[in-house]
């Protein structure tokens, strides 16, 4: 158990490759960090540089008070859970939990122990002396991480572990995950591009992009202010409607139709406005912005109208049940609203205005 | 689904018997004496001399010195062929195990300088090797016979092409584990490549097996001679009116094909495992 402390870390590979710049992270003990972004941005390059398996170019990081930018993987005291599971393909499931505990002159007993309590925890107990190969997908990540569990790291370091299961599966072992973090309270990284096990798994998130820190929060804090577009179209699906428009005063202008703001608005001129397709409603008055549906996904429990308000694409999210005609008329409440600067895609601040109260307690339908 | 028609096996039945012909041909030739082989030719049926041509084969002693026999250049043939193949996997491995897991300075061209020896058979550098051979007083001993042998980058290029094909993860999850080099070799390299060290032992054993022009320059002293000169040199026995021992030699060559052929079917499944399945 320990606090990982990661300050102004950078990588440059050799060939003069940035992948990663300047990253701060203050991981608390027993805290459950998710690294999410789109390929590419640099998140499994974070979690090797805290793992040991690739060399730290800038900063420092540090493991319980300990600077490790010099020190070997087995010494650092982290396991890692690897997306293609990298079990040992001749040893049996028992060998491959014991490797590294032998490895470290544990006693032979109490190998044992540990072994049988991880298998016993994971349900693998009957696999023990099964080599991989014999194994089922779900099976082998269970292993996997059984063999980072029985080390009793001070960290768990996860690299897109769930990626190579299929839909369901996944959703169980994301359950298995976080119920096994909760228990043995090891503080873990978590490396994923999936924003779903993003937000389910995390206690806090970080959204990394191009090697950057985007922005680093609780899932709901991201989910409900994203630091910027980026964060915005990543982070929720149907992924955030982002449209241009116009603040004139107190008015909103998206293509030809206003919405009136109650006093959101954060400053004036050409924005980008986020639109969550769960805020936006059908409305029958005059007012709502005029919406032309071009085709509909049925999810079941929700239908998704894909369409245009003006010349922009909009995806608005209706009940199961919900009617859908060619045009409709959209409505949002202003609160719901997400302002990015129209260049730099930063969010910008609504400090909530005194009338807002009244504007939320009396919905426009 | 396909019906097997009576000329697909035809054709199937055709082909085995013309590999298996000469074999069948040999061995039946050597059941009988010489001088019946020198008036009849070639033979199919069984003759009456099986035991007496082999047991001679196998014990009496031969050759100018009159102290090698039949057994003993199984013998060499099969210490040759053991030891060619063992140390071949021994230093290819390393070899290989070096080339790719670890970061030296001229890594690559290291490897492509092994490689082109692949270029330069023993018999192109016979002579120089002899010299060394000879100046290192080694002529006459089984190190002379296998050694310069070794060196060749066949073995270090298949062991390079199948390190490369494991996983970069593993090594990564053996460090996290606490294994160092000399560990990760041990533990898991190794086990894991067993199919591709069975493969590689059959070609190998069957190569040095079947060395002729080396062996031939090396060892003068007859108690080295093995199997492959042995039948050579009955052959060339033909002074006066002797008749050259056929059946002798025919017998030799059939126990010459014996230790590969017994080989290869043992490690038969294996070998295919280990040439077209990756275990990992
Ligand atoms: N060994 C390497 N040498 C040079 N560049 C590399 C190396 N490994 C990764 N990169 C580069 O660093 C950047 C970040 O790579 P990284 O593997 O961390 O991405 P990622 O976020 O894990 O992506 P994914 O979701 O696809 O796994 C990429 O642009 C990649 O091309
Ligand atoms: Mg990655």
């Known amino acids: 158990m320990a606090a990982i402390d990661i300050s102004s870390v950078g990588k440059i590979y050799n060939g003069g490759v940035r992948a990663v710049t300047d990253i701060d992270l203050d991981i608390k003990d027993g805290e459950f960090i998710v690294l999410v972004g789109p390929s590419g941005c640099g998140k499994s390059t974070l979690l090797r540089m805290v793992a040991g398996l690739e060399a730290i170019s800038e900063g420092t990081v540090k493991i319980g008070d300990r ?84 080390r009793k790291p001070a960290a768990f370091l996860f690299d897109e572990p769930l990626s190579n299961l299929d839909a369901k599966l996944r959703v169980s072992m994301r359950g298995e995950i976080k119920r096994l973090q909760r228990r043995l309270g090891t503080t873990s990284i978590y490396v994923t591009h999936d924003q779903l096990e993003a937000m389910t798994l995390a206690d806090r998130l970080v959204v990394l992009n191009g090697g950057k820190i985007e922005q680093v929060g609780s899932p709901l804090d991201v989910y409900h202010t994203p630091a910027s577009t980026f964060v915005a179209s990543f982070i929720g699906s149907p992924a955030m409607n982002l449209v241009k428009a116009e603040l004139q005063g107190d008015r909103l202008a998206i293509g030809p139709s206003q919405i009136s703001l109650n006093g959101y608005a954060p400053t004036s001129g050409a924005v980008t406005v986020g639109l969550r397709a769960e805020d936006l409603r059908v409305v029958s008055s005059a007012e709502g912005m005029p919406f032309t549906v071009e085709y509909v996904e049925e999810l079941g429990s929700q239908r998704l109208a894909h369409g245009l308000v003006g010349d922009q694409a909009v995806t608005i999210a209706l009940s199961g049940e919900a009617e859908i005609t060619d045009s409709m008329r959209l409505s949002i409440d202003p609160s719901k609203l997400h302002f990015f600067d129209a260049e730099t895609g930063r969010r910008l601040d609504v400090r909530a205005p005194a009338t807002a109260v009244a504007a939320v307690a009396e919905p426009v339908a | 689904m396909y019906r097997t028609k009576f000329s697909d096996h035809l054709v199937l039945i055709l082909g085995s018997l013309f590999l298996c012909m000469p074999v069948v041909v040999a061995f039946m030739t050597s059941t009988h004496t010489a ?133 970069e993860e593993l090594l990564e999850a053996a460090r996290i584990d606490g294994a160092g080099p000399f560990k990760f070799f041990i533990d898991i390299l190794v086990p894991i490549s067993r199919t591709m060290i069975a493969a590689i032992f059959i070609i190998m054993f069957v190569y040095g097996w079947n060395q002729y022009l080396w062996p031939m320059m090396m060892t003068t002293d007859e108690s080295f001679f093995t199997l492959m000169r042995g039948i050579k040199s009955i052959l060339q026995v033909w002074v006066g009116s002797n008749i050259p021992d056929y059946n002798e030699a025919f017998a030799l060559a059939v126990l010459a094909m014996l230790p590969p052929v017994a080989i290869v079917v043992i490690f038969q499944s294996w070998f295919i495992k280990g040439l077209t399945e990756s275990d990992k």
Do not use: C
């Open chain 1, 67 to 150: 600077v490790v930018n010099e020190v070997e993987p087995a010494d650092r005291d982290i396991a890692m859970v690897f997306q293609n599971y990298a079990l040992y393909p001749h040893m049996t499931v028992r060998q491959n939990l014991e490797y590294g505990l032998k490895n470290r002159k544990t006693p032979k007993a109490e190998i044992d122990a540990r072994v049988a309590e991880a298998a016993r925890m994971l349900e693998i107990t009957q696999y023990l002396d099964r080599k991989p190969r014999a194994l089922s997908g779900g099976q082998r990540q269970r292993v996997a991480m059984g063999r980072a569990i029985v």
């Open chain 2, 35 to 167: 001088a019946d082989i020198h008036m009849n030719g070639l033979s199919l049926a069984w003759g009456d001399n099986f035991i007496a041509t082999y047991e001679k084969v196998l014990t009496q002693k031969g050759g100018f010195t009159g102290d090698i026999t039949g057994a003993r250049m199984v013998m060499n043939s099969l210490i040759l062929g053991v030891g060619f193949a063992i140390g071949k996997i021994l230093l290819s491995m390393m070899a290989a195990y070096a080339i790719v897991y670890f970061r030296f300075p001229m890594a690559t061209l290291s490897f492509w300088v092994i490689f082109t020896t692949l270029l330069l058979p023993l018999e192109v550098r016979i002579m120089p090797s002899y010299q060394v051979m000879s100046d290192l007083g080694l002529l006459n001993t089984y190190s002379g016979l296998i050694v310069p042998l070794l060196a060749s980058a066949t073995g270090t290029f298949y062991f390079r092409q199948f390190f490369k094909s494991v996983p």
